[in-house]
């Protein structure tokens, strides 16, 4: 069994800031973790994956991600706000094994972040 | 970049009429899901399809649901009696290896 706990429904920041997003995740077996980010009436847009190789993971538009294991956490980080960057954020959790439910998702509450001028 | 497209993007539909919601996955994708997010809430797993079968459904996804892939190339899930609690955005998502990959969504709104 998966689950995803993102801590803070709501982070609010100034531009030029940084941006951390707090995920955490408990997972039976080994995991891949994800960030999706969905901007107002679209769909889910994969920011960046951990996929059992490096720890620091490199997103697109300037995100990073830690997997931290000892602590089952995936934080996402960005060190300096934009503007364009207000959008809602999604933590998900997959099992990293193979079978049926290969690729099946299992995601947080998710995170609005609002990014002041 | 290839990607998952959805048919309609916006779907309005009277209480008790049946609705095909329409996906055509990555083609050389094995595995589809169907996720559903209510207004306000997280995006939540429905139901994933591999081999031509179900492999894996959630609570939510009961009698009034079923989902086909009639040509190989379509991924179509359809509700069959809709209910006002229906009114979601409806995710197809495919994946052959990590990551998954999303549509746009379809907007069903039950009136």
């Known amino acids: 069994a998966q689950s995803v706990t993102q801590l803070g429904s709501h982070v609010s920041v100034s531009e030029g800031a940084l941006v951390l997003l707090r995920c955490n995740y408990s997972?039976?077996?080994?995991?891949?973790l994800f960030w999706y980010v969905q901007y107002p009436n679209q769909g889910l847009q994969l920011l960046l994956k951990?996929?059992?190789?490096?720890?620091l993971v490199k997103g697109i538009n300037g995100f990073e991600a830690e997997f931290k294991k000892s602590e089952t956490s995936f934080h996402l980080t960005k060190p300096s706000a934009h503007m364009s960057d207000a959008a809602e954020y999604f933590c998900?959790?997959?099992?990293?094994?193979?079978?049926?439910?290969?690729?099946?998702?299992?995601f947080g509450q998710g995170t609005i972040l609002t990014v002041h001028p | 970049e290839p990607e998952v497209t959805q048919t309609p993007s916006h779907q309005v539909t009277q209480m008790g009429q049946e609705v095909i919601l329409r996906c055509v996955p990555i083609?050389?994708?094995?595995?589809f899901y169907w996720y559903r997010q209510i207004l306000g809430q997280k995006v939540e797993f429905l139901v994933s399809?591999?081999?031509?079968?179900?492999?894996?459904k959630s609570e939510i996804f009961d009698d009034q649901f079923s989902v086909e892939r009639p040509d190989g190339s379509n991924f179509t899930l359809k509700i069959r009696s809709t209910k006002l609690e229906d009114s979601a955005m409806y995710f197809c998502?495919?994946?052959?290896?990590?990551?998954?990959?999303f549509g746009p969504g379809t907007r069903l709104t039950v009136l």
């Open positions: 083609s050389n994708h094995l595995y």
């Open positions: 951990y996929t059992s190789a490096a720890t």
């Open positions: 997972s039976s077996v080994p995991p891949y």
């Open positions: 399809f591999y081999n031509n079968e179900i492999s894996e």
């Open positions: 998900a959790v997959s099992a990293n094994a193979g079978g049926t439910s290969y690729g099946k998702l299992t």
């Open positions: 998502a495919s994946s052959l290896d990590s990551p998954t990959s």
